[in-house]
């Protein structure tokens, strides 16, 4: 949104458009408001997700899959921190109050954790379908995934792409105001660059490799399933892998569009026109805003539709409603009663069918 404060086009200026050249302040205000809300609820979903690791690790070793959530959540606690900045920044017209250190601070910040969430989002797919794929093949073949290895690749890959952030923000004085954004020192082509690197870096090729991933696996259930239990879990998976893909794509598309738009723009391929111009003055925000509640919407697609954690959520709850007294004496004895009938039932395929139902 602060990057493209500097557009402009040699065939069309903004006094050639008859429009208020701060957009409307109820969009603003309202967009600041939706900011603020997608904070509190990122804090909270994500500092969630932290309790349930912790309560998970005291069990069992932490797989692969539960080491990409806990990042991803790192990096979407980091992203929402930046929210409140940029909600003043927004309630003000995009002027900037907060100086130069601090822009390229949050600017870089924020930045980072979006390359660093999309990136831990397409290793999770890989990591999903390779896990699924592995353990219904020859097990003898299956190798150890230095994962701690993959992580810190993906935090430096993140860091690296984040990098021209952190060199070019800087705050500038455009009509009076004081904005932050990028200021590359050849204009419209390097920005151009910029935008159109990150659209393929952090949308394209991720989209790419989460959807072929899901198709893959998708496939490799439905070839694999034979029974009843089985198909019940295909749907399960069919259904949670939409969810996934779909929201990635709304969440995203939209305003790697509009960017796309503004690359084509700064190279002179389509003209800087009054469409153009109300599209990035009332419709960009809000794509923005769409963008910015993938963040917490990630703890509940990836941590809260999983069986084991929604237990722990049910578990947490019961502690916090219910008296330490009676009721957690009655809630130990019916799960040491459950253990036992699970135990002594005779009948392996019913008792399966109990714990997954519970």
Known sequence: KTQTNSSSSPALSLD?????ADGSPTLRILISIVYSVVCAAGLVGNLLVF?????????????????????????????V?????WAVDTALDFSWPFGNEMCKIILSVTVMNMYASVFFLTAMSVTRYWSVASALKDRTRRRVCPVRWVIAGLWVSATVA????????????????RLCLL?????QSWLALYHLQKILVAFVFP??????????????VRLRS????????RSRVTRSVTIVVLSFFICWMPNHAITFWGVLVKFNVVNWDKTYYMVHTYVHPVTVCLAHTNSCLNPVLYCLMRRE???????????????TGTNTCHLRALRQIHRCSCKNSKAPDRSSQLYVAC
Do not use: H
Not at 162 to 177: C, H, R
Not at 207 to 220: A, G, K, P, S, W
Not at 309 to 323: A, C, E, T, Y
């Open 226 to 233: 034979m029974n009843n239990n089985q198909v019940k879990r």
């Open 207 to 220: 989209m790419l490799i989460v959807t072929v991933c899901y198709l893959l696996l998708l496939r490799f």
């Open 81 to 85: 921190l930046t929210l409140p900045f």
């Open 16 to 20: 050639d458009i008859d429009v208020s």
């Open 309 to 323: 954690f929604r237990k722990k959520m049910k578990d947490l709850f019961w502690r916090i409603s219910s008296p």
């Open 51 to 79: 309790f349930l690791m912790k309560v998970r690790r005291g069990r069992k070793k932490r797989s692969s899959i539960n080491l990409f959530i806990l990042n991803l959540a790192v990096t979407d606690f980091q992203f």
């Open 183 to 187: 200021g590359f020192p050849d204009g």
């Open 162 to 177: 984040s990098l021209p952030t952190a060199i070019f923000s800087t705050v500038k004085n455009v009509a009076g105001e």
